[in-house]
């Protein structure tokens, strides 16, 4: 069974960086696509910044020039730099990865548990 597990999260500073990481545990044959979302109290899930095998990336436009994903495809794991953070980013963060763990039955889209982002004084 397929499992994310995130890490990374925590209180930092306006201005300070986090970084972020994701790992895929369990059978995983290929991976296609890794992205990290958050939500906000109040707010719905939004997507943050997302990559493809291609290695191709995509970012919401909050967040253009600040944060940075990438991905290590031999240790499955996708990692979000955060820098000059702002209160406006606080949130859960969650991972989420297309990806197939049984060729048999395709991709499907995992998620992880969340791990909490605080910017504050």
């Known amino acids: 069974q397929v499992q994310l597990v995130e890490s990374g999260g925590g209180l930092v500073q306006p201005?300070?960086?986090?970084?972020?990481?994701?790992?895929a545990s369990g059978r995983v044959f290929s991976i296609y696509a890794m992205?990290?979302?958050?939500?906000?109290?109040g707010k719905q899930r939004?997507?943050?910044?997302?990559?493809?095998?291609?290695?191709?990336t995509n970012y919401a436009d909050s967040v253009k020039g600040r944060f940075t994903i990438s991905r290590d495809n031999a240790k499955n794991i996708v990692y979000l730099q955060m820098n000059s953070l702002k209160p406006d980013d606080t949130a859960v963060y969650y991972c989420s990865m297309a990806l197939v763990a049984d060729i048999a039955d395709g991709p499907k889209?995992?998620?992880?548990?969340?791990?909490?982002?605080?910017?504050?004084?």
């Open 109 to 121: 889209d995992y998620w992880g548990q969340g791990t909490q982002v605080t910017v504050s004084p």
């Open 35 to 41: 992205a990290w979302y958050r939500q906000a109290p």
């Open 15 to 23: 201005g300070g960086s986090l970084r972020l990481s994701c790992e």
């Open 46 to 56: 939004a997507v943050v910044a997302g990559i493809f095998s291609d290695g191709g």
